[in-house]
């Protein structure tokens, strides 16, 4: 979706509309909380799962009207749907076609993912890899480890480990979330939408690059500040209403940047390729904070950190800046 959006969007426009696009998940993840606030604790988790479903099946029937990229129906050979498309689009917006005449730049092999590997785009595709995995590994670690460590209630100290704090009931080990903790989560929650003006500016004043190494910094840095005694469960929400909010950040980034800077011929394969490595720090996240962190809560927090440090150095050390930039 985001290399759709980009494609129909001028640079000028391009970080406000997918930071507004990612806004809408935003929605959904507070959403999700105060559903789950409202019905675990009632009827239980299988209803919030089928009434979490609803939304999805609406979408279904959303997708007949969303209109081709232009760019994709001009390397595909398709001028004149590409032409139909850009005449609905002008007059949608009461506006007519600028003169000239619409060439079509055919590409006849497109969508390899050899094409990531060329040395026009073997290392920005490299560290875009590692960018993903650990982004995605804290945004969702962020997630996770809310709960765990909202259950777990105590102040960090050296060789504590959540088995021994936490106060659990029943055979599986788990401890409900009290009232108290889903409005922490709510809270944490409420730290995406805080984001996104940051983001919108970020992007545009400082670069995307600066802006992915900042975001990387500040989760890495209040990973560290977690390791330290908080004493205080409100110090904990602080810290991690932050981590959330600048993991979120980073994620809008990487999905603005992503399309901008390959060509339209490897542009959705790219972003594909991307999502897939960041699927891996999204499995990884479970062993680390629910498996790590029931061990040992350093060690947990440690890895996160350092996950932070390695996106932010990717990050800085990318060879393309495409703020600004023309798509190709």
Same mark, same amino acid.
């Given at each position: 979706m985001s290399v759709l959006l980009i494609e129909f969007i001028g640079s000028k426009y391009r970080a406000i509309m997918i930071v507004v696009s990612q806004g809408?998940?935003?929605?959904?993840?507070?959403?999700?909380?105060?559903?789950?606030?409202?019905?675990?604790?009632?009827?239980?988790?299988? &209803?919030?799962?089928?009434?979490?479903?609803?939304?999805?099946?609406?979408?279904?029937?959303?997708?007949?009207?969303?209109?081709?990229?232009?760019?994709?129906?001009?390397?595909?050979?398709?001028?004149?749907?590409?032409?139909?498309?850009?005449?609905?689009?002008?007059?949608?917006?009461?506006?007519?076609?600028?003169?000239?005449?619409?060439?079509?730049?055919?590409?006849?092999?497109?969508?390899?993912?050899?094409?990531?590997?060329?040395?026009?785009?073997?290392?920005?595709?490299?560290?875009?890899?590692?960018?993903?995995?650990?982004?995605?590994?804290?945004?969702?670690?962020t997630s996770l480890a809310t709960t765990e460590l909202l259950t777990i209630n105590y102040c960090v100290a050296p060789g504590a480990t959540a088995s021994t704090s936490a106060d659990t009931t029943g055979e599986c080990g788990c401890s409900p979330l009290s009232s108290s903790d889903y409005g922490k989560l709510a809270i944490t929650s409420v730290a995406e939408l805080f984001i996104m003006p940051i983001v919108i500016i970020l992007a545009d004043l400082i670069g995307r690059r600066n802006s992915m190494t900042l975001c990387q910094i500040i989760v890495a840095a209040s990973y560290l500040l977690l390791l330290t005694c908080i004493g205080s469960s409100s110090g904990m929400t602080a810290?991690?209403?932050?981590?959330?909010?600048?993991?979120?950040?980073?994620?809008?980034?990487? &999905?603005?940047?992503?399309?901008?800077?390959?060509?339209?011929?490897?542009?959705?394969?790219?972003?594909?390729?991307?999502?897939?490595?960041?699927?891996?720090?999204?499995?990884?996240?479970?062993?680390?904070?629910?498996?790590?962190?029931?061990?040992?809560?350093?060690s947990a927090l440690a890895v996160y950190a350092s996950f932070g440090v390695l996106g932010a150095v990717a990050s800085f050390f990318l060879p393309i800046e495409t703020k600004g930039r023309r798509m190709d």
């Open positions: 809408f998940w935003a929605i959904g993840a507070l959403a999700e909380v105060l559903l789950a606030w409202k019905i675990i604790p009632t009827i239980g988790w299988r &209803y919030l799962v089928a009434i979490s479903a609803l939304p999805v099946a609406f979408s279904l029937f959303t997708w007949p009207i969303v209109p081709e990229s232009v760019r994709f129906l001009l390397v595909s050979g398709q001028k004149e749907r590409a032409i139909s498309t850009l005449s609905k689009v002008t007059q949608m917006n009461r506006t007519c076609l600028p003169p000239g005449e619409l060439r079509a730049v055919v590409v006849e092999e497109r969508g390899r993912v050899a094409d990531l590997f060329h040395r026009d785009y073997r290392r920005t595709t490299l560290q875009l890899i590692v960018i993903w995995v650990t982004s995605i590994a804290c945004y969702y670690g810290l991690l209403f932050i981590a959330r909010g600048f993991a979120a950040g980073i994620t809008t980034i990487i &999905y603005l940047y992503t399309p901008e800077v390959f060509p339209t011929q490897c542009r959705a394969v790219g972003l594909s390729c991307c999502f897939i490595a960041g699927r891996i720090g999204a499995m990884l996240t479970p062993l680390l904070s629910q498996v790590l962190l029931k061990a040992s809560v350093h």
